[in-house]
């Protein structure tokens, strides 16, 4: 079975705070991405990583960073967290770039920011 | 306009009950056509996809795609309350495009 882990499942930061959400997945997979999901507007992807240290921005990458340095590890960072980041996040892993390839989904990071 | 658009919901229907869940997108580049479904505190696991036109069936559940009308179906028969989570319809040429997810309350 494929394992998609993330580090936390609820975290609370404050406004300005540095954030790093951490995904691990154990499949061997190409390709990572990072979402976030909020009512009404679903799922929007952050950016996605097709190598190791490779990245693509996705559609809405401002006020984000990641890190891929292994295969298996995929990390999000908010530089400075602002209130209006607050959401859950989630971390995905497919086998390859191709949109028909299945994406496996970690259980989400709800993230607030005070 | 989104991409994909679904409407959100809640929908609530009874144990028993035929469910459609419709998703309508504007890229006409879509070949491929998926079901994901997200139960509360989860990630979305793959539930269905379909390519180009046409139906397609697993035990209670039928994806349908009409490319003509660039709309979308999953149709869910006999419903049960271990169905009701939320359910999202994506369209891919390259990339995956997400529809909102509709959210599904099936009542005992």
């Known amino acids: 079975d494929v394992k998609v882990t993330q580090s936390s499942r609820y975290l609370v930061k404050r406004t300005g705070e540095k954030v790093f959400l951490e995904c691990v997945q154990d499949?061997?997979?190409?390709?990572m991405f990072w979402y976030r999901q909020d009512p009404g507007l679903g799922l929007r992807l952050i950016y996605f990583?097709?190598?190791?240290?490779?990245?693509e921005k996705g559609d809405i990458p401002e006020g984000y960073s990641v890190s891929r340095e292994k295969k298996e590890r995929f990390s999000l960072i908010l530089e400075s967290a602002s209130t209006n980041q607050t959401s859950m996040y989630l971390c995905?892993?497919?086998?390859?770039?191709?949109?028909?390839?299945?994406?496996?989904f970690g259980p989400g990071t709800r993230l607030t920011v005070l | 306009q989104k991409e994909v658009e679904q409407d959100p919901g809640p929908l609530s229907v009874p144990e028993g009950a035929i469910v459609s869940l419709n998703c309508t997108y504007s890229n006409s580049a879509f070949q491929y056509f998926m079901w994901y479904r997200q139960y509360s505190r989860k990630g979305p696991e793959l539930l269905m996809y379909?390519?180009s036109s046409g139906n397609k069936e697993d035990g209670r559940f039928t994806a349908q795609v009409d490319k003509s009308s660039k709309y979308i179906s999953l149709f869910i028969r006999d419903s049960q309350p271990s169905d009701s989570a939320t359910y999202l319809c994506?369209?891919?040429?390259?990339?995956?495009?997400w529809g909102a997810g509709t959210k599904l309350i099936i009542k005992p």
């Open positions: 994506a369209g891919s040429n390259y990339q995956l495009i």
């Open positions: 499949m061997d997979h190409e390709n």
């Open positions: 379909t390519y």
């Open positions: 995905a892993s497919s086998f390859s770039g191709r949109g028909t390839d299945t994406q496996y």
């Open positions: 990583s097709y190598d190791v240290k490779m990245k």
